[in-house]
């Protein structure tokens, strides 16, 4: 009995302790849903139209901050890796399956390759809403500014036949 009462007392003591931590930790908005609002100044990369006779490779340097390009289901995302070491793009899901979210999707690039990634999905990949609504966002790992550098990338989307 005398087992039972100290744990009881512990038990007590020990969330007694955790409210009065608890309350002195600032207060945050818990309806705000942090996907609304871009956390980051992403550069719009503009889908290329791959044609019959071709397109000019002409890619852009990868910002610290991140891509994002519109998609229709149809777009590709071409990635070059001049850096020293392997880097990762994550391309950020924004759909969920039975009201859980969907993992991001990660690729990593050798060092001195390239990569052609898609198509994406639009009910898994694209932004629901917003002035983003419809584009897929692309996030770099932490390389820092030499080999955010080091990276250029593009987006294309193929041909529809008409």
Same mark, same amino acid.
């Given at each position: 009995?005398?087992?039972?009462t ?6 007590? /003591? ?11 930790l ?35 340097a ?6 994002? /390009? ?7 995302? /071409? ?17 969920? !399956?039975?009201? !859980? ?8 690039? &050798?060092?001195?390759? &390239? ?26 790992? &932490?390389? #820092?500014?030499?080999?955010?550098? &080091? ?9 529809? #036949?008409?």
């Open positions: 009995m005398l087992k039972a100290k744990l009881a007392m512990s038990i007590f /003591f020990g969330a007694f302790i955790l409210i009065v931590v608890l309350a002195g600032p207060q945050t908005d818990v309806s705000a849903n942090p996907l609304d609002a871009p956390l980051m100044t992403r550069a719009i990369v503009t889908t290329t139209e791959v044609l019959y006779d071709g397109v000019d490779v002409d890619l852009l990868a910002t610290a901050d991140g891509e994002k /390009f519109t998609n229709t289901g149809k777009e590709f995302f /071409f990635i070059t890796n001049d850096y020293t070491d392997t880097v990762t793009a994550t391309f950020v899901t924004a759909g969920t !399956f039975g009201g !859980f979210a969907i993992e991001d999707v990660t690729v990593p690039i &050798s060092a001195s390759y &390239s990569k052609l990634v898609g198509p994406f999905n639009i009910a898994i990949f694209n932004q629901k809403s917003g002035d983003d609504k419809n584009t897929i966002y692309v996030n770099w790992d &932490s390389v #820092g500014q030499t080999g955010i550098a &080091s990276i250029t990338v593009r987006a294309y989307k193929l041909d529809d #036949g008409s």
